[in-house]
């Protein structure tokens, strides 16, 4: 049993959290690691919940969304960040505040070697097209590393990915 | 000398276009019509000139430099963020081919104060007018329709300006319209370039200074 299914706590805080902060889009591909925020998204009448058919979608989605003033959130998998390099263009060079939750594979005990490729990438692609990495291996650390990065967000204008890591969200042994 | 052939390049392409005959400098005027119904998000290169000409580079309107791909889910974040308000996503058939994932995931949500408008040129004019995907065949009005956007257009002559700019005010879901026009050059307008100042005056006009 992995850490995400013994202890879904944090993840309601933190759909909690996102919420309270006014994040009204949420945009994903499909994840295991983000399902508990996924279902949730679905099952809230006052939000959008919004699959994408791939991950630089919901980076043109959350700009568009900013200029409606509206707040979003992408969820995606490590793979997916290696979709949004070039439209990342568009947020680091409008100045679009612009946040995303990683959970991360290929990294901390991973067990399906086709996924380190990109997840040991992910840190160093996301810097450099201009977004801050902030990454959670504990538990205690979620709440507030999620309020930390809405406040770099949304009050500073800031681009920023929260890494939620394989020791936090559990590896996968396949 | 560059311009020379990129000149003889558009003259064979236009040759080559059968079926594309609307000039665009007239078309994507009268199918927007009022432009000021609009928030408008537009692709890179000729929709963006299209629709600076046609606002005098309006803060209403977010035009593209980059980020190709990005400007149908733009407008889908967007309409979804002010459904007060109808949205007008004008780009080409080469950015339009770049994300064409977009459709499905626009025709899902299904927000009825989207309106997508692709100007088909067949080519990709930006780069010496090497023929698009939609110049060898491939339908685009067939793909938003078979993504399930149900409300879909092809204008290819005078005829159904009229009707479509009817057609992209009104409806209760996502509509979509391919319009064909000749491969020509677009306006020569200089739009600002500055995506930050862009976003600024776009927020500033839509939401009040913040």
């Known amino acids: 049993m992995d850490t995400a299914a013994a202890a879904p706590g944090w993840q309601e805080e933190l759909y909690a959290v996102l919420r309270q902060n006014g994040v009204t889009q949420f945009a994903y591909v499909p994840d295991a690691g983000h399902r508990v925020l996924i279902d949730r998204s679905l099952a809230d009448p006052e939000v959008h919940s919004i699959p994408l058919t791939s991950e630089e979608e919901g980076v043109a989605l959350l700009a568009g969304a900013d200029l409606g003033g509206a707040r979003g959130v992408l969820l995606m998998q490590s793979s997916g960040v290696g ?3 070039n439209l990342l263009s568009l947020v680091k060079g409008g100045r ?3 946040l995303t939750l990683v959970s991360m594979r290929g990294d901390f005990g991973e067990g399906n070697p ?9 840190q160093p692609v996301l810097e450099a097209m201009g977004v801050i990495c902030l990454r959670v291996e504990r538990r205690e650390d979620v709440i507030p590393t999620a309020n930390a990065a809405l406040t770099m967000v949304f009050k500073s204008g800031q681009a920023v990915a929260v890494l939620l890591g394989q020791k936090l969200i559990g590896a996968k042994p396949f | 000398m560059q311009e020379m052939q990129t000149a003889a390049a558009r003259r064979a392409a236009e040759a080559a276009a059968a079926g594309y005959v609307l000039d665009r400098l007239e078309a994507v005027p009268r199918l927007v019509g009022r432009h000021e119904d609009f928030l408008i998000v537009t692709g890179l290169a000729g929709t963006a000139r299209d629709i600076a000409r046609l606002t005098g580079d309006g803060a209403h309107a977010y035009l593209l430099g980059g980020a190709m791909g990005a400007a149908c889910m733009m407008g889908l974040g967007l309409a979804l963020a002010r459904p007060d308000r109808r949205v007008l996503v004008l780009t080409g058939d080469g950015e339009l081919l770049m994300s064409l994932g977009a459709l499905a995931t626009i025709a899902v949500m299904n927000p009825p ?8 040129n067949g080519h990709y ?3 010496g007018w090497q023929r698009s995907h939609t110049g060898l065949g491939v339908d685009l009005e067939r793909i938003a329709a078979g993504a399930g956007i149900r409300a879909t257009r092809t204008i290819a002559d005078a005829s159904g300006l009229e009707e479509g700019s009817r057609f992209i005010r009104e409806g209760n879901g996502t509509c979509f319209v391919l319009l064909r026009v000749a491969p020509t050059e677009p306006p020569a307008y ?6 930050s100042a862009c976003r600024d005056r776009f927020r500033a006009a839509l939401l009040g200074a913040r």
Do not use: S, Y
């Open chain 1, 114 to 122: 086709w996924q380190f490729p990109m997840g040991q990438a992910v």
């Open chain 1, 96 to 98: 679009f505040p612009f």
């Open chain 1, 83 to 85: 979709n949004c390099v």
């Open chain 2, 190 to 195: 200089k739009r600002n370039l500055d995506a």
């Open chain 2, 113 to 120: 104060n989207l309106a997508i408008v692709c100007v088909d």
């Open chain 2, 125 to 127: 004019g930006e780069t």
